[in-house]
């Protein structure tokens, strides 16, 4: 059976987003890169929520041929990887809104799936072979399903940053987790924690 890997970058106060739902805010740096690189690698599918679906849409496509700038760290070979990698991904997004219009260059790779047969449509992906099924952002989406039991490992790149306010990663307690892995990156104050649900 697959796994459902959640892997987000939170603060070390708790929150995914800063006011305002500023990502920005949170350090994203070369580990934090070379992370998400690792992950997409191992992954067969993207699971997605329809913002962070969009939001990934209107930056990832086009980073993998864009023009050489050295002094632009956004055009890394670890951004370049994960811009290939979404793009030939196949994407789950989970949304009452998003309509395949409005999917552009992902059109071919994305499924949409309405809200009410998520938990179904997910419990069907992770019978299907292949690798990890990924979420990157998309906190109201993975809450729910975790919440249902559908998660097996949550990886939160805890950033050395207190934000005070924001998003707040979990948006209910979650009856418990269990640590099973901590990385470090040398040169990045950033840890990875590995849980699973109790």
Do not use: C
């Amino acid at each position: 059976m697959r796994k459902i890997i959640v892997s987000n970058i939170v603060s070390l106060d708790g929150y995914s987003a800063g006011a305002g739902g500023n990502v920005m805010a949170l350090p994203m740096d070369a580990a934090f890169d070379a992370y998400n690189v690792e992950r997409l690698r191992a992954a067969g599918t993207l699971l997605l929520g329809r913002d962070s679906y969009l939001g990934f849409l209107g930056y990832w496509p086009g980073i993998a041929d864009a023009p050489d700038d050295r002094d632009n760290r956004a055009l890394s070979a670890d951004n370049r990887e994960i811009s290939r990698l979404d793009n030939a991904i196949g994407k789950v997004v989970v949304s009452d809104r998003l309509t395949a219009d409005q999917t552009g260059v992902w059109r071919d790779t994305t499924t949409i799936v309405r809200r009410a047969g998520a938990a179904a449509a997910v419990r069907a992906l992770k019978e299907q072979p292949g690798g990890d099924i990924l979420v990157f952002g998309s906190r109201t989406m993975w809450n729910g399903l975790l919440a249902d039991g559908l998660i097996d490992e949550i990886h939160l790149m805890v950033g050395a940053v207190v934000l005070g306010d924001g998003d707040p990663a979990f948006l209910h307690p979650p009856t418990g987790l269990r640590l099973t892995g901590i990385r470090t990156f040398p040169g990045s104050d950033n840890v990875v924690h590995v849980y699973a649900p109790a």
